[in-house]
């Protein structure tokens, strides 16, 4: 009676519903325009023959609600909500996919249009959030029409670093093509006013523009440029929809969610550290040389608060031998951003993995190649964080984002720099195995091991079904079965 008499009281207004378990756990999140009208549908009668509803209407002995504003608020509420308590009964939204928006990074001399997951503060203006239409199509659409740029070379390019010729992009006219001086920065900034104003809301323009085009092509008898075109103009006018819906996430709405977390955590490490903007691409570094053998280094890029495996970097080190971890450090840090500088492409903040030791050891590194470059380290046993310049390490909150997101980081750099080490290691061991019986060269040994799962672990039944191995090879390999 009890939930009956709770449910008598939800207000008629659009809004977010959370039904309950006898234990207090969430097992169904839905949204809808009227909750008042949607909740009690769960419990009418003719409700029992839809097969979710009579398994979930059983388990629920309370419920919660949470209104907003709009139907397309409650709806992104939703979603956030579902991928934070993963209920049992919902199938929806579990991709733990935020909704997309669109960035143009007007921080660069010739800013990119890009889709995005994430608002952070570096600078770029974001619109959205896109929650229904393809957000790549309308990309599209403002590449078609404005020749906004996609790719993350950094322009202006030096010019070692120029591209010899244009992508494809360029050929298909997305693209205006500055990296090969074919859009001087005004005539580019001029495109970028009038794609933020299209986004802003002034789609009005847009669409007078392709209704021209369209006129132009039907009367051309190019049918399918103005079919094109009809869909461009349908996609700008899904655009303009959304903006007269002014979606505002209110503060009842507002969650902590894994977006908000990275902001969070950047804006505190630009705080922490003193930086003018958020460090948006971090990269953490580590050596792995258990044993003092195959030592090997590491680094990870993260993006946004994400691991970027495009940048990640791995290093035999060439310089050192034994346990020399600081040394090691050096050769790896000198290595790896002495290249990054050629390229233009150094990192916002540089996070090591160990102490002051090794945070000296990069500082070295760094100054010798001339680099000034944000740079600490994060030690594992106390967790606390090495800054140069300061006598003393800080020490965050255990709650802190910002130690969470250099926990993540300073995990993946380890992670990864044992990974390739453990590969090393297997593959020396493999070879000494082999290596150690006579009559077997570089030939036979691909066979061999092309033909087992691990030859630490040969088995009888392997060495048997093995074939175009010679029998004498054969009767030398039953010394390694265990």
Known sequence: M???????TIPAKSGVYLMKDLTGNIIYVGKSAN????????????SRYDRKVAALVPKIHDLE???????????????KLIKKYKPKYNVLFKDDKAYPYIKISVDEAFPRVVLTRRVLPDGGKYFGPYVFGSVRNIIKVIQKSYKLRDCRIPLPAPEKKQPGRACIKEQLKFCSAPCLGKATREEYAAQVNEVIKFLGGKQKELLLKLDEKMQKAAEKLEYEDAALLRDQKELVQLIALQNDKNIQMSSTAQEDSKELQIEKALTELAKLLNLSK????????DISNISGTNAVGAVVRFFNGEPEKNGYRKFRIKTLTGT???GMIKEVVERKYNRAQAENMLPDLVLIDGGKGQLNAAKDALEGLNI????????????VIFIPGLHLPVKLE???????????????????AVSYHKTLRDKAMVSSRLDGIEGIGEKTKRKILAQVKDINALSLIELEAMTGVPKNIKEKLRGLIA
């Open 2 to 8: 009890a939930l009956l008499e709770k449910i008598k």
């Open 398 to 416: 255990k709650d802190s984002a910002a130690l969470h997101l250099l926990q993540y980081v300073r995990d993946e750099a380890h992670r990864f």
């Open 35 to 46: 909750l008042k009208d949607r909740v009690r549908s769960y419990f009418l009668e003719n």
């Open 324 to 326: 020399d971890d600081t």
């Open 278 to 285: 958020p460090p948006v691409v971090l990269e953490g570094v």
């Open 65 to 79: 609600v949470i209104t907003t504003q709009n139907e397309m608020e409650a709806l992104i509420l939703e979603s």
């Open 372 to 383: 000034s470059l944000p740079l600490i380290s994060l030690a594992k046993k106390e967790e």
